[in-house]
């Protein structure tokens, strides 16, 4: 908004347009036609992302012109998305968020395809906030959604009191609710926290202790939120909604840290998720007796590549080392990926929410120690402290993990058995965890296939799976990313649904 006020005191007040102030009058009102067109523009755009577009379309396309437009609030639509797509008949679910219509934080007893509001905290005291403002000061971009990057790199430091200590004086839990002292207190505590904050010429590891201890703190808060919640005695599972749903490094400890037995966290629990759950709040309100599947639901809801494109390709590429292999593309896929081969796997219809999962994938073998460092610098130009994932079938979990359980949607952390670290350690975080994503057939088929014949192979049943795309990008969209990206970066293979093309 600003670059746009900017925009408009830097355009002369010149070449005006006539803007209708009251019906039946014009009035000389000092717009440019520039910004007058700009703004214009912006209101187009916003129509039709807001979705206001759908309506013309359902009109002109499809003859239906009954639509009404239904308000659902935010934390609400976070809570129907977590829960009606949860593996759970009935659950307690905890929305925290970075901010909502009344506070950041909302509880829900959820039974039987119903919510049902138990609090919701109204106020600015925000664990979201906080925990951004704390990655503002490692040096990251809120905007941009990298608190991840402060996940990855706080196993690398250590517990900083001075900085602990500021924190609790800065949040405190009460019941359901946080509270914050009053703004003289807050602006101390904000010129304090910023004597720690990164500088230019200083390294990401160089705040690692700061990284380290904002997750420990946020550990902490929300382990005291949850056993407040557990109080009311609603389930033994629980259901984690909200943009504070994609810290994976403590949603993997939460069965252990708590009273809760059980967890599920969707595939897209911030506010891209929102979505699909005002989607199926509106869907269940119109439709009482129907009720969501108590199962773990596809995240494959994105677009497919265009077979059109695809035809293409084959047909006018001239690629010499392109084959179509419908029946054997997993096990050939495999034989590269033994062979040391960095492979992006595209198949079906793109994952909704943050993770590859096996879709937009890249690919390599876990087992080298170098293949973390192999990928960065010939693939993803990434920074050295931020850990790959591991993909597993699911079956060998216990094998591999203590206290494993079942993450579809690389949404938890959880630490690797020590006879399992020296047999992947391209995917052994510095602190022995793992962001695993667990696979079974019946959940995405090729994907588990090839797994599968990478383990007859070499005795490991999982994957190196990180996203793809390169650093600062967006994952692949289409026919034309994935081969630009494939042919601008040290990719070895690339398969396209049943096609293997090598370089």
Known sequence: ???????????????????????????????????????LWIQQAGFKLSGGHIVDILKTDFGNSQVSFVKIPHHHAHAANACFTSPYEEAACMVIDGQGEWGSMSYFAYEHGRLRPVFHAKGPESLGIVY???TGF??????????????????????DEEVLAALRALVRVDELSLRYPAVPEIERWFKHM???????????????????????????????????FYQHRISDNLVLGGGCGLNSSYNGEIVSRTKFKRLHVPSAPADDGNALGSALLAYYQDHPNAAPKAEIHTPFLGSAMSKATIENLTAFSRLDKLRRLP??????????????????????????????????????????????????????????????????????????????QVSPYMERTLKFKESAKKKVPAI???????????????????????????????????????SFNI?????????????????????????????????
């Open 471 to 503: 650093m600062g990008k967006p994952i692949i969209h289409s026919v034309e990313d994935a081969i630009g990206l494939f042919y601008t970066t040290g990719l070895d293979a690339l398969v396209l649904e049943d096609y293997l093309i090598e370089k």
């Open 138 to 159: 490692c040096g990251f971009n809120v905007e941009k959604g990298e608190e991840w990057k402060l996940m990855g790199l706080a196993p690398y430091g250590e517990l």
């Open 132 to 134: 951004g403002l704390c």
């Open 428 to 466: 052994v975080h510095v602190n022995a965890t793992g962001r695993l994503q667990s696979v079974r057939r019946e959940w995405n088929p090729r994907y588990y296939d090839l797994i599968k014949a990478f383990y007859e192979i070499t005795d490991v049943p999982m994957l190196l799976n990180t």
């Open 1 to 39: 908004m600003q670059n746009f006020m900017d925009l408009m005191g830097s355009i002369g007040a010149t070449n005006h347009e006539l803007i209708p102030r009251r019906p039946g009058k014009m009035t000389k009102y000092l717009v440019p036609k520039d910004v007058l067109y700009i703004t």
């Open 327 to 404: 029946d054997t593309i997993h096990r050939e896929t495999a034989q590269l990926l033994a062979d040391g081969k960095l492979v992006g796997w595209v198949q079906g219809r793109a994952e909704f929410g943050p993770r590859a999962l096996g879709n937009r994938s890249i690919l390599a073998d876990p087992r080298p120690s170098d293949m973390k460092d192999k990928i960065n610098s010939r693939v993803k130009f990434r920074e050295e402290f931020r850990p790959f994932a591991p993909s597993i079938l699911d079956e060998f979990g216990d094998e591999y993990f203590e206290d494993y």
């Open 194 to 228: 910023e004597s720690k904050a990164r500088t230019k010429d200083m390294s990401a590891l160089q705040v690692a202790d700061l990284a380290f201890t904002t997750q420990f703190f946020y550990a902490e808060v929300m382990d005291q939120l949850l056993d407040h």
